[in-house]
């Protein structure tokens, strides 16, 4: 039984895209090429990897313990061929990235820099926006990861992504007193310069109910009725509503993730390992888990 690595990494693209078609776009091939390299595959396996569940595609029993083969084999061979057809990178590059990455995900990203380039030394924190950019700023950290709003974006930024904010509240807490409580990421959130003009231009009065460092907290205060918050819009459900009084507010801006390097000659290593950071969060599938701050 021999497996090749570009079969192997087809069948790795439908599972992460969940259809041929999908994958077809991702990889640069046909449709027809990519559904015949996963039937050459099963022939060599001698058994069927995928079943199709609906509109996607999952993998069967031996198609599950073939994935997390495939997904090693493919790793090694892809990092063989980096190494050898890049430089090694020396020196030390400081990274600093929002709760809004997902901290795992930028370690993984990290991580597996790290083991293609590992005479580099990679130092990592994690931090709200509003505090890693003046680290950047003066150079304590040489690439950054953190939310802006269009009007604080650079030319030199490289978007990985956009959301929308949304004022929000427990559905059966309307907070129409003459006070509001509400629910933030502190002092140095993010989104507390945009909010509280707002809010004074309304005339309402406010106070501080909850400040927390994480969306997970926040998410859980405004779930459990503490207050009023701010959140991107995907993390509307049962317990979190928009917030009915805020309908004739002044719009909330929208806000980008974005990537930004220190001013001025950058270290050599930083320039791949943006590129890492690119690669992971725009070319491929989506699986973040979002956090605000």
């Known amino acids: 039984m021999l497996l090749d690595v570009e079969s192997l990494r087809t ?16 990889v ?3 449709q027809s090429a990519v559904s015949w390299k996963i039937k050459r595959l099963e022939r060599r396996v001698g ?31 892809d990092r063989a061929v980096y190494r050898l057809a890049s430089p090694d990178f020396t020196g030390t590059v400081k990274v600093g990235a929002n709760e809004d990455t997902s901290a795992p995900r930028m370690a993984s990203i990290l991580g597996r820099f790290q083991r293609m380039h590992p005479s580099a030394t990679i130092e990592f924190v994690v931090n709200q926006s509003r ?3 003046p680290l950047l700023e003066r150079g304590a950290i040489d690439v950054a990861v953190i939310q802006v709003t269009p009007d604080d974006q650079r030319s030199s930024d490289v978007v990985l992504w956009s959301d929308e904010l949304r004022w929000v509240a427990h559905p059966d807490m309307p907070f129409d007193g003459e006070v509001v409580p509400l629910v933030t ?22 106070t501080y109910t909850v400040s927390a460092p994480t969306s997970a907290a926040v998410r859980a205060a405004v779930a459990a009725g503490l207050g009023v918050g701010v959140l991107a819009s995907r993390h509307l459900g049962d317990d979190i509503a928009e917030w009915a009084r805020a309908v004739d507010f002044d719009p909330l801006p929208p806000v980008r993730q974005i990537v930004r390097t220190v001013p001025g000659e950058q270290p ?6 943006i590129e890492a950071i690119v690669d992971e969060f725009i070319d491929r599938p989506s699986r973040r888990d979002h956090a605000d701050v």
């Open 28 to 30: 640069g091939l046909t």
């Open 268 to 273: 050599a290593i930083a320039a791949p390992l």
């Open 185 to 206: 990421f502190g002092e140095n959130g993010f989104y507390r310069p945009v909010i509280e003009p707002i809010l004074e231009r309304q005339h309402i009065a406010y």
């Open 131 to 133: 505090l890693l950019v």
């Open 11 to 26: 069948y790795l693209a439908v599972l992460d895209w969940g259809s041929m078609t999908r994958a077809a776009e991702h």
């Open 47 to 77: 058994r069927p990897l995928l079943i199709r569940d609906g509109h996607t595609l999952r993998p069967t029993r031996e198609g599950r313990i073939l994935l997390a083969e495939a997904r090693s084999i493919v790793g090694a061979h």
